[in-house]
Structure formats: structure tokens, C-alpha cells
């Protein structure tokens, strides 16, 4: 086996571990109140701020199609809104309302203490060696496109 293809099972083993392990908790803590894409479509306005139905569809990569009943559950929950762009009237942008942003921060918060409260079985000498790696994992990967 080549060092690509062991890089790669490693990765993907290391996926399917967080998704089990940490993300379908986190998944199914918000499902109480919101879809996955729909968490998801929040968090990216929150810390964009108003986008266009093709900005927002490009950045979650999907469909504007896709995007649309996402998009409408959220303004009829009152999460979103509809805005006229202010200097194209032509422009229709999505932003979080205030309702929406409060969510967000407020699930954020929750899957924050979660966490740590998982990690905080973890000795000090692991936890900064984690630290570590979790931050050259990151500048690794974001040289790829």
C-alpha cells in the first residue's frame, strides 16, 4: 500500500470516528430545533452575513434548488429574512435575524461545553500534543484544494 492510500484510510477512518464519536451527537442535539442543513446554512450567514441564494448555495455546496425549502423553513421559523440588497435592488440577500443568530450562539455554546467536557479526561502532555496536531492538521490541508 502506497503512503497516498494509507493517508487516506487513516483519514477516513478518522472521519467516520468523528462523526460517530462527536458530530451525530452534535447532530442530534440541534435536530431538536433545526435540519443539519439548515444548522448549517445559519452558521455560514452568521459569520458571512447576508448572502445571495447562489453565495450561500456555493458555499454550502449545493444546489440553489436544494438551498430554496432550506431557506424558506428558516424565514418561516423566523431564523432568516429576505433582504433587497441595497445597491442592486435586483439582489435578493438572505440574512440571519436576530432569533437566528441567537440559536446559533446558543448551540455553538452547548456543543463547546460538550466537548470540552469529553476532553477534559484528557492529561495535560496529550491535550497540548492534540492542540498540536489539530493545528498543523489544519495548515496542512488548507494548502489542498
Not at 447532530?27 to 431538536?32: C, H, V
Not at 438551498?67 to 428558516?74: A, C, E, G, H
Not at 440574512?95 to 446559533?104: A, C, F, L, N, R
Not at 460538550?114 to 489544519?138: G, N, S, T
Request: charge should be neutral; avoid cysteine.
Amino acid at each position: 500500500m502506497s503512503s497516498h492510500d494509507n493517508v487516506v484510510d487513516e483519514f477516513l477512518t478518522l472521519l467516520g470516528f468523528m462523526r460517530e464519536r462527536f458530530f451525530r451527537p452534535a447532530t442530534q442535539m440541534t435536530r431538536n430545533w433545526l435540519s443539519p442543513g439548515q444548522f448549517h446554512a445559519l452558521v455560514i450567514l452568521d459569520k458571512n452575513g447576508p448572502m445571495s441564494m447562489s453565495e450561500l448555495a456555493g458555499e454550502m455546496k449545493v444546489s440553489k434548488q436544494q438551498l430554496t425549502p432550506l431557506i424558506n423553513k428558516l424565514i418561516d421559523s423566523g431564523l432568516a429574512a429576505r433582504k433587497t440588497d441595497e445597491s442592486d435592488r435586483r439582489i435578493i440577500r438572505i440574512e440571519i435575524t436576530d432569533s437566528g443568530g441567537d440559536k446559533v450562539h446558543s448551540l455553538m455554546t452547548e456543543m463547546r461545553q460538550r466537548f470540552r467536557k469529553r476532553i477534559q479526561v484528557l492529561p495535560e502532555h496529550e491535550l497540548a500534543e492534540l492542540d498540536q496536531m489539530l493545528k498543523r492538521i489544519k495548515e496542512i490541508l488548507s494548502h489542498i484544494d
